[in-house]
């Protein structure tokens, strides 16, 4: 399953391609957070109130861009272990980078009705989706071991496979399950997420 | 007709210039979505119900992200095959990111107006114009054999350039024609297609 | 002037992204062709005579992103003759790149008001001031042998980027000029150039 | 920490990352800039005027876009000078980039209310932030003075992260600060800092 063999894909092309939406994305989100229309333009202080009012939508903003960082990070050392890329394993990523170029939504729906437990669950479950399709596509990985590079272990891979699962998709469903008893619950918890991811620990090198 | 001759073309550039297009349409699809404006911002029920509403936009986007990524699928494929390229080969190409850059107008248009027969044709019209590209793309590489790298069988090619024609512009033309009998139709085929490409067939390697 | 001495660029870098703003800019133009609001969402006639109304405005695009292409050929060619990028040819390049990422903004606007000879003469100026960076990022050349490739010769540059001149600013300018009389003969020149250049000529290798 | 080892990153896809980032933002910059809706669209004179009323935004877009080159260039030269990209590093870079993206919002805020002290204070605040991840970034590669590749002097390198404090933060609060006595002291500072980077000076090639 060399390089170039019909059916597999070249891994510089599959990488640049996601690290251009991974960009996009990324640069996108920002897009949501609009100049406010304020009464009179010289007043200092209509000004700043209106920045203020801007406060939710630069969390949610915030929020989302880090994980994004998070998420090219996970791309990045995932990619770096395989071999070479299968038809299936192009199909895993397309889906990731489906819920991964959807997250400007419910970043903006976020940031428009941060009160709201119906936003905040909806983010909770974009990112939910996104990181199962991670789990999925390791999953394809695991069941076609020959994608994988020589000098990485099967069981290691195995055993991060299962940490995905659990540091991926079950922080998320949790966030958004707490939205509907008070959503800055949630708001903290997709917050941890990739400030968990941030402060390296042991189990990121799997 | 090596690389850096007067009149060809560097096909790491024109890769990378054509992946930067695909990467760009994949992640502006969702711009189309937006965040619904309800009364109540903190009715849950009142932006469940307008996130319900979002449904068709959402379909059509999904409609469009899988396209669009087998599009690069088709792309990446048959550039592998070319040894450089020349000057018409870019601009068919060109004319191919043409539509494909188009793509955001009829996704935003069918998922405006998904039961108007006009607006699902005219996803269909140009999904058709941009698999014709392909096709003719693929004729000019036959006109011009030496375009084609040593190892790959013109032959071959040249029947997978009748595959293209059959697979291609004319199942969108049929989506087209059949959204005036129900729009609903057509998106059934315009989703098939996708799904056809995704599970793997044997036409597809030539 | 080696890659690496202090004061130089790494022509990858600066290719890769000047790549990346023509590709940004050339999927960007289709944003201002908005989906149009209609009275009867499933009225077939009203929306077919909203869409033929948005004629002017794909003209407007169709012509930019040809533009935008002869432009990034035109861009590829002459990197290709440079050993390094020196400081001022960074920002020749800039500039450049300045005017190709404000292209949106005149191709929107001559799409909205096509019968405007503002609007269209407007279009000619900026693409006369993109055209004109052509010129004076040649002249530095020019002006700095040691940035050429030894194999190219200095005297058939230096004849290029007289073409350059006469066949970039000066139609743009006659173009916005003849605005005044009647638009259309501008748009029917704007179009004219990238055609001409689509279709080979032996002073395109220069 | 060679290249390929847990904890580090490819120092290509990295750059890869943040150039997209770049060229997408340069780019988005100008789509703030929006066609003005007129009474008379063949009026001559009134298109004219409300063009000439997007004067500030013009000056907002083009201050903006050279001081994202000038990012790029800084961003450029540093890089350059790194063996690999540890955890913390590709943190700090994140930063940087976060601060980078949001660049949009200020340019469009002191286009709308170039006249009001709070959106000029904005810009210069946000651009301060993004110099100051530049001095933070550099400061992480001071301690960990394996990430300097080996023929970079450390105590050159020091020098330099001095004066990325003194030339990066500083006049942008300084612009923020005199906003507050006329809007237009600060955007004769925030040009003059780009202006001063592309007209060359020993100090920049630290």
């Not at 009160?115 to 996104?130: D, E, F």
């Amino acid at each position: 399953m060399a390089e170039g063999e019909a059916g597999t894909f070249s891994r510089g092309r599959v990488e640049t391609f996601s690290d251009g939406v991974f960009a996009i994305i990324v640069t996108l989100l920002v897009l949501e957070i609009r100049v406010p229309a304020i009464g009179n333009p010289e007043s200092t202080n209509e000004l700043a109130r209106s920045l203020a009012a801007l406060l939710p939508k630069v969390l949610s903003w915030v929020t989302s861009f880090f994980t994004v960082c998070v998420i090219w990070v996970n791309h990045h050392r995932l990619f770096r272990m395989f071999r070479c890329i299968d038809h299936g394993l192009f199909w895993w990523n397309a889906t990731l980078l489906l819920f991964v170029s959807f997250i400007p939504f419910p970043t903006a729906l976020m940031g428009d009705y941060l009160a709201n437990p119906v936003a905040v669950s909806c983010y909770g479950l974009v990112m939910g989706c996104m990181a199962m399709s991670f789990f999925l596509l390791r999953r394809h990985v695991i069941r076609n071991g020959a994608l994988l590079r020589e000098e990485i272990d099967a069981h290691v891979f195995a055993m991060g496979t299962k940490y995905a699962l659990l540091f991926g998709p079950l922080p998320y469903l949790a966030g958004a399950a707490a939205g509907w008893m008070h959503p800055f619950i949630s708001l903290a918890i997709y917050l941890a997420i990739p400030v968990y991811f941030i402060f390296p620990h042991s189990t990121q090198d799997v």
